[in-house]
């Protein structure tokens, strides 16, 4: 059986275990509909008392809430639960059966869960996407481009982040408070940089970058994206890569050594 193969498998086992509870899905819908409609609500209260938040009109806070509920949604979809797991198996021994694999063990540990109902935060992200573009005009083709690239640039920042968080087990030991404060953080990707005050913009940044992952890609939607910002945001994504990997190496080092 090769790689690809076996991640395949591995993947639909997933889904098959998922969709066995199908009720979940009712559940999920109801409450990414409840969620986005306190969020638009949050927005329409807010406009009827100011013209702009820090730059930001309306219709842009509604990209941002739809882009921001496709990358949250990616990373509930598989990577949360996936390495949510990942934790718990390292911490009663049984993470030596992903590393006798025939893959790469980082690989197969970031899609070894997934919580196929998230597919609801995507979808109701995209619709709201696309209902700002209908009723506010087609920012162009560029634009369009650039935020579905940067989107994805968002993504993989946040699985790197994730990774990066949930790799200290392999030196912390108790990592369940970190994945949780991490979760939460990320709520404030709902909301533009620009509102948070300087100390919170350099943490949102540099530290935890939800500036990059959020911000930037609605920025691209709006029109009004920077193209410095968006490679910055693809350095930043590779530097983060980058440091996920060599953590992830030197922590199997760490625990095989244990295990031996």
């Known amino acids: 059986m090769n790689r690809t193969r076996l991640l395949a498998v591995h993947l639909r086992a997933a889904l098959q275990t998922e969709w066995q509870y199908r009720a979940n899905f009712a559940a999920q819908a109801l409450d990414a509909a409840i969620g986005l409609g306190v969020a638009l609500g949050a927005i329409e209260v807010l406009f009827r008392r100011v013209d702009e938040l820090a730059g930001w009109t309306a219709s842009q806070l509604i990209l941002l809430t739809g882009v921001y509920l496709v990358i949250s949604g990616f990373v509930n979809l598989v990577v949360h639960p996936s390495l949510s797991r990942f934790v718990r198996e390292v911490l009663n021994g049984t993470f030596d059966f992903v590393l006798l694999k025939p893959v790469d063990a980082q690989l197969l540990t970031g899609l070894r869960e997934v919580q196929i109902w998230k597919l609801v935060d995507i979808t109701l992200g995209c619709a709201v996407i696309a209902a700002v573009f209908a009723t506010q005009g087609f920012p162009g083709v560029t634009a369009l481009v650039g935020m579905l690239l940067l989107t994805a640039i968002g993504v993989c920042m946040m699985c790197a982040v994730w990774f990066i968080a949930a790799t200290s087990v392999f030196w912390l030991i108790r990592v ?19 509102v948070y005050p300087r100390w919170l913009r350099v943490f ?5 970058p939800t500036a990059f992952s959020t911000t930037i890609p609605a920025e691209f939607a709006a029109g009004q994206g920077s193209v410095l910002m968006g490679a910055l945001a693809v350095l930043f994504c590779g530097a983060l890569c980058i440091l996920s990997r060599w953590l992830w190496v030197r922590g199997i080092r760490r625990y095989s050594s244990a295990s031996s």
């Open 176 to 194: 369940d408070n970190i994945l949780t404060i991490l979760q939460s953080c990320f709520q404030s990707a709902k909301w533009p940089i620009s």
């Open 204 to 208: 949102f940044t540099a530290v935890l």
